[in-house]
């Protein structure tokens, strides 16, 4: 079962995520639906949820202080690790970015 706010963002075409910015009485809805779980994301100070997908896709819910919007990844980074990388590489890049440079860190400071 998908809301009206879900489906006018699956519609979209192949070259866009379909972003759309909802109201916070649609994001409370979806939220209490069940199917959304907490996640992560940019930007760091928003809340996120995701609503996975069986195609190995997710709907993203990003709730701002000033906006509310929900996009569709091709990748779910909660299905397994391959579709978490696939998402950091196509998808997050900037997180993928952040990532790196912790590993990096650990790894030198495992090096001491």
């Known amino acids: 079962m998908h809301f009206a706010v879900e489906r ?3 519609e979209h075409d192949l070259r866009s995520n379909g972003e759309q910015l909802i109201t916070r009485k649609e994001a409370r809805l979806l939220i209490a639906s069940g199917y959304y779980r907490e996640s992560t994301g940019s930007p760091h100070a928003a809340t996120h949820f995701r609503r996975s997908l069986g195609d190995g896709s997710c709907l993203h819910l990003v709730l701002e202080k000033r906006r ?4 569709h990844d091709a990748f779910d980074p909660h299905a397994n690790p391959m579709s978490l990388g696939m998402h950091l590489m196509n998808e997050a890049r900037s997180e993928a970015v952040s990532y790196g440079a912790l590993a990096w860190s ?3 400071l495992l090096a001491r």
């Open 68 to 71: 509310t919007r929900l996009h």
């Open 106 to 108: 650990v790894i030198k």
């Open 8 to 10: 006018r963002v699956l």
